[in-house]
């Protein structure tokens, strides 16, 4: 069973998330901003990072590089999922080391054979 860590700052979405992946069998650690997903990085390690842009005290871009210049962590796999859709947007993301970027609103299916995808790496 996969363990997934979600990172986002609105509690509607991290539940959304949270339900889709609970039923399709993956174990769910929920974080309110980067800074609070970097605190549960440092006692655990899941299996794969879902992580906002735009969050308070510490956004998914400085999460990311944090994650990827970690060398304990720098392989774990790192999904941005932001309402930024714009082509830079996705190409700064990719640039900070995410190993895929999925704009809001998601597709169910898109989003978990992103996950399956990257944990099969």
């Given at each position: 069973m996969s363990t997934i860590l979600v990172v986002d700052d609105s509690?509607?979405?991290?539940?959304?998330?949270?339900?889709?992946?609970k039923k399709s069998g993956m174990t769910v650690i929920l974080a309110n901003d980067g800074l609070e997903g970097k605190e549960q990085l440092e006692n655990m390690i899941p299996d794969l990072v879902i992580t906002d842009l735009i969050m308070p005290r510490m956004n998914g871009y400085e999460l990311c590089r944090w994650i990827k210049g970690n060398p304990k962590l720098?392989?774990?796999?790192?999904?941005?999922?932001?309402?930024?859709?714009?082509?830079?947007?996705?190409?700064?993301?990719?640039?900070?080391?995410?190993?895929?970027?999925?704009?809001?609103?998601?597709?169910?299916v898109e989003m978990l054979e992103t996950i399956k995808q990257l944990l099969r790496k």
């Open positions: 509690g509607m979405l991290r539940e959304m998330v949270s339900e889709l992946l720098q392989n774990l796999p790192v999904i941005m999922c932001s309402t930024k859709n714009e082509d830079f947007d996705r190409y700064w993301g990719m640039k900070q080391g995410a190993d895929a970027y999925i704009t809001k609103p998601f597709h169910p």
